[in-house]
């Protein structure tokens, strides 16, 4: 694990994150991902070998230029210097060297061949073997690099802990709640690509996924699944028999080209929200709870899901608060600082993580998150999801 970050190593992240990163819009990578040949799927290789340095680099500068001293605290070091190794094992990963073969140029570096796009035309003869060895171990270095990653949002959480109980404020100012947006949008960006490249190549069986990206999403199947666990969640958190139901509107047979596990993210958070409001309303010893409804709408460009709740809605002064890291009314579950799991067991709430994540995941793709509350009824949450799927990475 890297410790300490060498001058010269420093020198080729501040070269790195002067450079743009390339957007990449849902449909581009299904178009690229569809039916890959052995040379496109390299190709895509070549892309995110330029590209994620970019996208590490230009994080570890701003870890380390962080307002309010952020940048020392003990838990944001790590996460630097995990961003800081995935850099360099990128970086010092060597260039594959080929001959131009057909109009396909093997380990090409100018500009106009870092897009990630289909090529037409390309001819489909084999690759040489060096090259699917290459190809390989890029593929066992990213998934290394996810891996080690693992950890990044609760480090994080630790890492504003700490400056919390070193400046002693309540709400996290304004500069740092920017930098998280922009962290954890980046972080999504990162994950998406190293997903979505690794699945590629693992050549899924099932013919409605390109890579981790459904073209066939079903948003009823989706629903009842993330129902069913926030559900479950709510029982074990409270101990009920039985957590509020939730009514489920959405024709069985809608579908639309998505993410599968950023969906589910989004309404199992929402859900949660809602049943953790409706429970707290009512008691826990209450023979009978309002329904929550989970309702779904069709239009041309968008899909909205509305999520409605008689949970006692939040007061207007509060509404500005909810967007806001850390900022929750429910007992702050403990964080193991030495924990290196993807995430904690899932709590009923408490990290304040839930909501600002949710929305970032739906303007990842360029979609949004709303939320409309009636202080003494409940809240309605609306989420937008972009169905034509040519929205590009909404990047930091």
């Known amino acids: 694990m890297l410790t300490k970050i060498s001058s010269s190593l420093w020198d080729r992240i501040r070269y790195y994150a002067k450079f743009a990163p390339t957007g990449v819009s849902l449909r581009q990578m299904v178009v690229f ?83 990630y796009y289909a090529e037409e ?6 690759l040489p073997e060096s090259a699917t060895e290459y190809n390989a171990s ?5 998934s290394r690099i996810k891996r080690r990653h693992d950890a990044v949002v609760t480090t994080m959480a630790q890492g504003i802990r700490e400056l919390k109980d070193k400046e002693r404020f309540d709400v996290i100012p304004s500069e740092v709640q920017q930098f998280l947006d922009r962290f954890y949008l980046s972080r999504i960006g990162i994950r998406m690509l190293i997903g979505q490249h690794i699945a590629l190549n693992e050549r899924k069986s099932d013919d409605s996924y390109v890579g981790i990206i459904c073209t066939r999403t079903n948003i009823h199947d989706i629903a009842l699944e993330a129902v069913h666990n926030a559900r479950f969640i709510c029982e074990d958190h409270y101990a009920l028999f039985k ?10 047979e809608l579908t639309f080209m998505y993410v599968p596990s950023h969906l589910h993210h989004m309404l199992f958070e929402l859900l949660k929200n809602s049943l953790r409001a409706v429970v707290e309303t009512f008691g826990v010893e209450a023979e009978d709870f309002p329904p929550i409804k989970l309702v779904v709408a069709e239009g041309k460009e968008d899909i909205t899901i509305k999520i409605a709740d008689e949970g006692g809605g939040i007061a207007r002064s509060g509404m500005p608060l909810i967007w806001t890291y850390f900022y929750t009314t429910a007992e702050a579950p403990v964080v193991d600082p030495n ?58």
């Not at 035309?121 to 084999?126: A, S, V």
């Not at 957590?243 to 069985?252: D, G, N, S």
Request: charged share 25%; proline share 9%; with cysteine.
């Open 339 to 396: 924990f290196r799991g993807p995430d904690l067991k899932a709590p009923m709430a408490g990290l304040g993580y839930g909501l600002p994540l949710a929305r970032l995941y739906a303007r990842y793709f360029g979609g949004d998150l709303r939320l409309i509350s009636m202080e003494g009824y409940g809240t309605d949450a609306y989420l937008h999801l972009n169905r034509l799927s040519d929205s590009e990475e909404f990047l930091p």
């Open 121 to 126: 035309n390309q001819n489909d003869e084999p």
């Open 138 to 142: 890029f593929v066992d270095h990213i």
């Open 243 to 252: 957590a509020p139901e939730v009514l489920l509107y959405c024709p069985k």
């Open 33 to 115: 991902g569809a039916n890959p040949s052995p040379k496109t799927v390299l190709r895509g290789t070549f892309f995110l070998r330029q590209e994620l340095p970019i996208r590490l680099a230009q994080r570890v500068v701003e870890l380390d230029n962080l307002p309010r001293n952020l940048s020392l605290m003990p838990s944001i070091i790590k996460v630097k210097n995990w961003y800081a190794e995935s850099f360099k094992e990128l970086v010092e990963m060597p260039p594959f060297q080929a001959t131009r073969n057909g109009d396909f140029q093997i380990g090409a570096t100018d500009k106009e061949n870092r897009g």
